[in-house]
T-cell receptor, first 112, second 113 residues
Framework: GAGVSQTPSNKVTEKGKYVELRCDPI?????LYWYRQSLGQGPEFLIY????????DSGLPNDRFFAVRPEGSVSTLKIQRTERGDSAVYLC??????????FGPGTRLTVT | QKEVEQDPGPLSVPEGAIVSLNCTYS??????FMWYRQYSRKGPELLMY????GNKEDGRFTAQVDKSSKYISLFIRDSQPSDSATYLC?????????????FGKGTLLTVNP
């Protein structure tokens, strides 16, 4: 079956610009997660959705980061006023109760 | 001290060797333990998912969890060049769903033909 998909696969933007990253989870998975992975590091938790609501957004680094999941399926991670330190691979994952999380291929964000 | 410690390697072994990968952790609330394989410029791929202590086997892979020692392991038998990747351990306190994973840094494995 189809896995988690993320678009775009690569995004290059200038410092100060706004970006949106999209995630399509596996059909039927109620839980959706965003992680950020820097080079040589494991993924770091950003936010977790159960259905439409953000159950835990404690990993969002500051108020420039925001994520939504309005219909309980597709999610968008939004970053305002991007900074060079935001450059990383942004990973989305989904799961259902009793399984591990399945990750998408990621969006590689580069802020110049 | 980080919550999850994992030796980043690199680890290089000949084809056919048994590989042992390990993580230690400090948070006694962790109950769900996972191993992921990540190829270069790809997303992590779930290999093993276990709950609490014990062993789980799937093909050439065996996962072990020792909660009393806060130590988890992944063994790969008859390693193949295609196993060359970064292996990430992950764990969560999760209440029945896979929630807020905490990852190790990953161990880079190379299997030489």
């Amino acid at each position: 079956g189809a896995g988690v998909s993320q678009t775009p696969s690569n995004k290059v933007t200038e410092k100060g610009k706004y970006v949106e990253l999209r995630c399509d989870p596996i059909s039927g998975h109620t839980a959706l997660y965003w992680y950020r992975q820097s080079l040589g590091q494991g993924p770091e938790f950003l936010i977790y959705f159960q259905g439409t609501g953000a159950a835990d957004d404690s990993g969002l680094p500051n108020d420039r980061f925001f994520a939504v999941r309005p219909e309980g399926s597709v999610s968008t991670l939004k970053i305002q006023r991007t900074e060079r330190g935001d450059s990383a691979v942004y990973l989305c994952a989904s799961s259902r109760v009793g399984t591990g999380a399945y990750f998408g291929p990621g969006t590689r964000l580069t802020v110049t | 001290q980080k919550e999850v410690e994992q030796d980043p390697g690199p680890l290089s072994v000949p084809e056919g060797a048994i590989v042992s990968l390990n993580c230690t952790y400090s948070n006694s609330a962790f109950q769900y333990f996972m191993w992921y394989r990540q190829y270069s410029r790809k997303g992590p791929e779930l290999l093993m998912y276990t709950y609490s202590s014990g062993n789980k086997e799937d093909g050439r892979f065996t996962a072990q969890v020792d909660k009393s020692s806060k130590y988890i392991s992944l063994f790969i038998r008859d390693s193949q060049p295609s196993d060359s990747a970064t292996y990430l351990c992950a764990m969560s306190a999760g209440g029945g769903s896979n929630y807020k994973l905490t990852f190790g840094k990953g161990t880079l494995l190379t299997v030489n033909p």
